[in-house]
Protein backbone atom coordinates (compact mmCIF):
# COMPACT_ATOMS: atom_id res chain seq x y z
CA UNK A 1 0.00 0.00 0.00
CA UNK A 2 1.43 3.52 -0.87
CA UNK A 3 1.27 6.08 2.06
CA UNK A 4 -1.04 8.71 1.62
CA UNK A 5 1.29 12.30 0.84
CA UNK A 6 0.78 14.78 3.12
CA UNK A 7 -0.91 18.12 1.58
CA UNK A 8 0.79 21.39 2.38
CA UNK A 9 -0.55 24.38 2.07
CA UNK A 10 1.73 27.95 1.83
CA UNK A 11 0.22 29.10 4.86
CA UNK A 12 0.97 25.56 6.62
CA UNK A 13 4.62 26.05 4.98
CA UNK A 14 4.76 29.28 6.17
CA UNK A 15 4.26 28.12 9.51
CA UNK A 16 6.38 25.51 9.85
CA UNK A 17 8.68 28.24 8.44
CA UNK A 18 8.13 29.85 11.84
CA UNK A 19 8.71 27.00 13.79
CA UNK A 20 4.64 27.54 15.05
CA UNK A 21 2.61 24.42 16.49
CA UNK A 22 -0.30 24.41 14.37
CA UNK A 23 -3.12 21.15 14.10
CA UNK A 24 -3.97 19.94 10.79
CA UNK A 25 -8.11 19.51 9.97
CA UNK A 26 -8.25 18.10 6.54
CA UNK A 27 -12.06 16.98 5.08
CA UNK A 28 -15.08 16.81 2.73
CA UNK A 29 -15.42 20.30 1.47
CA UNK A 30 -18.63 18.63 -0.46
CA UNK A 31 -21.05 18.91 2.02
CA UNK A 32 -23.53 20.66 2.90
CA UNK A 33 -22.58 20.99 6.69
CA UNK A 34 -18.71 21.93 5.08
CA UNK A 35 -20.28 25.28 3.78
CA UNK A 36 -20.25 27.03 7.05
CA UNK A 37 -18.18 27.89 10.27
CA UNK A 38 -20.46 25.76 12.34
CA UNK A 39 -20.67 23.04 9.86
CA UNK A 40 -16.91 22.98 10.07
CA UNK A 41 -16.72 22.66 13.77
CA UNK A 42 -19.02 19.67 14.04
CA UNK A 43 -17.08 17.98 11.40
CA UNK A 44 -13.74 18.84 12.84
CA UNK A 45 -14.53 18.03 16.11
CA UNK A 46 -14.07 21.98 17.31
CA UNK A 47 -16.23 23.62 19.49
CA UNK A 48 -17.89 26.69 17.45
CA UNK A 49 -16.31 29.68 18.72
CA UNK A 50 -13.07 28.19 18.02
CA UNK A 51 -13.81 28.47 13.93
CA UNK A 52 -12.82 31.46 12.65
CA UNK A 53 -13.66 33.10 9.36
CA UNK A 54 -11.08 35.06 6.76
CA UNK A 55 -12.40 38.15 5.34
CA UNK A 56 -10.76 40.44 3.08
CA UNK A 57 -11.86 43.77 2.63
CA UNK A 58 -11.35 47.14 0.59
CA UNK A 59 -11.58 50.96 1.03
CA UNK A 60 -12.08 50.77 -2.76
CA UNK A 61 -8.77 52.92 -3.27
CA UNK A 62 -6.16 50.18 -3.35
CA UNK A 63 -5.57 49.73 0.34
CA UNK A 64 -6.89 46.44 1.61
CA UNK A 65 -7.84 45.15 5.18
CA UNK A 66 -7.72 41.44 6.69
CA UNK A 67 -10.79 40.97 9.26
CA UNK A 68 -10.71 37.26 11.57
CA UNK A 69 -13.36 36.72 12.97
CA UNK A 70 -15.65 33.61 14.63
CA UNK A 71 -17.49 32.12 11.92
CA UNK A 72 -21.09 32.66 13.24
CA UNK A 73 -20.53 36.70 13.39
CA UNK A 74 -21.39 39.05 11.11
CA UNK A 75 -18.02 41.83 10.60
CA UNK A 76 -18.96 46.07 11.53
CA UNK A 77 -17.38 47.31 8.16
CA UNK A 78 -17.33 50.94 10.01
CA UNK A 79 -15.36 49.34 13.63
CA UNK A 80 -12.83 47.26 10.87
CA UNK A 81 -12.09 51.07 9.25
CA UNK A 82 -11.66 53.06 12.33
CA UNK A 83 -9.10 50.08 13.68
CA UNK A 84 -7.51 50.53 10.30
CA UNK A 85 -8.16 54.02 9.71
CA UNK A 86 -9.51 54.38 6.96
CA UNK A 87 -13.04 55.95 5.94
CA UNK A 88 -14.94 53.21 5.15
CA UNK A 89 -13.82 49.30 4.02
CA UNK A 90 -16.70 46.87 2.27
CA UNK A 91 -16.36 43.40 1.32
CA UNK A 92 -13.44 43.22 -1.41
CA UNK A 93 -15.24 41.93 -5.04
CA UNK A 94 -14.75 37.67 -5.20
CA UNK A 95 -13.18 37.97 -8.98
CA UNK A 96 -10.31 40.18 -7.45
CA UNK A 97 -9.87 37.87 -4.33
CA UNK A 98 -7.39 35.03 -5.92
CA UNK A 99 -5.35 38.08 -7.87
CA UNK A 100 -4.75 39.89 -4.32
CA UNK A 101 -4.75 37.41 -1.69
CA UNK A 102 -3.77 34.50 -3.83
CA UNK A 103 -6.53 32.31 -2.06
CA UNK A 104 -10.21 31.26 -3.14
CA UNK A 105 -13.22 31.65 -1.67
CA UNK A 106 -13.61 29.43 1.35
CA UNK A 107 -9.99 28.94 1.20
CA UNK A 108 -8.51 32.16 2.48
CA UNK A 109 -6.21 32.30 4.85
CA UNK A 110 -4.63 34.66 7.37
CA UNK A 111 -0.80 33.63 6.96
CA UNK A 112 0.79 33.91 3.69
CA UNK A 113 -0.95 35.97 1.69
CA UNK A 114 0.44 37.55 -1.69
CA UNK A 115 1.45 40.52 0.41
CA UNK A 116 1.38 41.02 4.29
CA UNK A 117 -1.64 43.22 4.69
CA UNK A 118 -3.32 45.15 7.73
CA UNK A 119 -4.68 42.30 9.98
CA UNK A 120 -7.39 42.89 13.00
CA UNK A 121 -8.43 39.65 14.72
CA UNK A 122 -12.16 40.32 16.89
CA UNK A 123 -11.68 39.95 20.42
CA UNK A 124 -13.13 37.08 21.07
CA UNK A 125 -9.99 35.31 19.77
CA UNK A 126 -9.41 36.07 23.66
CA UNK A 127 -12.22 33.83 25.39
CA UNK A 128 -10.96 30.32 23.54
CA UNK A 129 -7.10 28.67 23.57
CA UNK A 130 -6.81 27.89 20.44
CA UNK A 131 -8.43 29.23 17.01
CA UNK A 132 -8.89 27.35 13.73
CA UNK A 133 -8.42 28.90 10.66
CA UNK A 134 -8.92 28.18 6.78
CA UNK A 135 -5.05 26.52 6.10
CA UNK A 136 -5.37 28.13 2.50
CA UNK A 137 -7.07 25.70 0.60
CA UNK A 138 -10.46 24.72 0.52
CA UNK A 139 -11.43 21.62 2.90
CA UNK A 140 -7.89 22.65 5.32
CA UNK A 141 -7.87 24.12 8.02
CA UNK A 142 -4.85 25.17 10.68
CA UNK A 143 -5.52 25.53 15.05
CA UNK A 144 -3.30 27.66 16.07
CA UNK A 145 -3.06 29.78 19.14
CA UNK A 146 -4.47 33.27 18.76
CA UNK A 147 -1.25 35.34 19.94
CA UNK A 148 0.06 33.25 16.40
CA UNK A 149 -1.46 35.57 13.97
CA UNK A 150 -0.07 38.88 16.59
CA UNK A 151 3.48 37.36 16.51
CA UNK A 152 4.05 36.70 13.04
CA UNK A 153 1.77 38.72 10.49
CA UNK A 154 1.11 41.49 13.08
CA UNK A 155 -2.40 41.34 13.73
CA UNK A 156 -4.03 43.43 15.83
CA UNK A 157 -7.02 42.35 18.49
CA UNK A 158 -9.71 44.12 18.34
CA UNK A 159 -13.42 44.44 18.64
CA UNK A 160 -15.21 44.14 14.93
CA UNK A 161 -17.69 42.11 14.85
CA UNK A 162 -21.68 43.69 14.46
Known amino acids: MSKKKEIKTNAMRFLDDHNVEYNHFEFDASSDAAKTGVGVADIIGKDHNQVFKTIMTTDGKGTYVVGVLMSEDSINFKKLAKAAGVKSLSMLPLKDLTKITGYVK ?20 KDVETIV ?30
Open 133 to 162: VSAGKVGHQVEVKPEVLEELIGAQIVDITA
Open 106 to 125: GGCSPFAMKKLFPTFVDEKC
